[in-house]
């Protein structure tokens, strides 16, 4: 079975503009999970998604958003880039056992560089 | 929210030598999951592990949940091991599948 997919793996854009990301989950998995990393935060939970829902989502602006279509694909958006954004942004499908029980799977990431 | 503490932050080994990362968490969890970091960043499963021993290979973890800990064992070590080791948790009361990560463990194996 293929593995969690990302697009692309690396980016470069300029302050101010946006940028879209996508992920592809494990086939038959329905939870796609967002992450930021960073040398001075570590891992930060972005958001979930799940039946094209949102669940829940962290603290950050609302500069970053998300979505995710009917086939369980998942993008996420960067309006108005700063440079701290610039991060390796990681995609997680989850294996659900039950609704608390799952175990997660990370995609390659997406490493944006914001100049 | 869940607090989730790794040590050592940083550990140099001699091939062949054994290891123990722990995780501290401060909440009773429903997942917890090692993961190992690889020079590229993607994260790389290890372990399931919200209670109890499990072993693959080389690696064994053992979570005691009741103590609000968990140990990664890495024995005779090889240079392939070096990476960052995480250990995430997601807490009991949690609604949404999102993880809370540690600082991790940066390891290095010098041939």
Same mark, same amino acid.
């Given at each position: 079975k293929a593995g969690v997919t990302q697009t692309p793996r690396y980016l470069i854009k300029t302050r101010g503009q946006q940028v879209t990301l996508s992920c592809s989950p494990i086939s038959g998995h329905r939870s796609v999970s967002w992450y930021q990393q960073t040398p001075g935060q570590g891992l930060q939970f972005l958001f979930e998604y799940f039946s094209e829902t949102q669940r829940n989502k962290g603290?950050?602006? #609302?500069r970053f958003s998300g979505r995710q279509f009917s086939n369980s694909r998942s993008e996420m958006n960067v309006s108005? $880039?700063? $440079? #701290?954004?610039s991060a390796l942004y990681l995609c997680a499908s989850s294996l659900v056992y039950s609704l608390d029980i799952y175990e997660q799977y990370f995609g390659p990431g997406t490493r944006l560089t914001v100049t | 929210g869940i607090q989730v503490e790794q040590s050592p932050p940083d550990l140099i080994l001699q091939e062949g030598a054994n290891s123990t990362l722990r995780c501290n968490f401060s909440d009773s969890v429903n997942n917890l999951q090692w993961f190992h970091q690889n020079p590229w960043g993607q994260l790389i499963n290890l372990f399931y592990i919200p209670s109890g021993t499990k072993q693959n290979g080389r690696l064994s973890a053992t979570t005691v949940a009741t103590e609000r800990y968990s140990l990664l064992y890495i024995s005779s @070590?090889? =240079? =392939?091991? @070096?990476g960052v080791y995480f250990c995430a948790v997601n807490g009991a009361s949690g609604s949404a599948r999102q993880l809370t990560f540690g600082s991790g463990t940066q390891l290095t194996v010098l041939p």
């Open positions: 603290n950050f602006p #609302g108005t $880039l700063e $440079l #701290g954004d | @070590s090889q =240079t =392939t091991d @070096s």
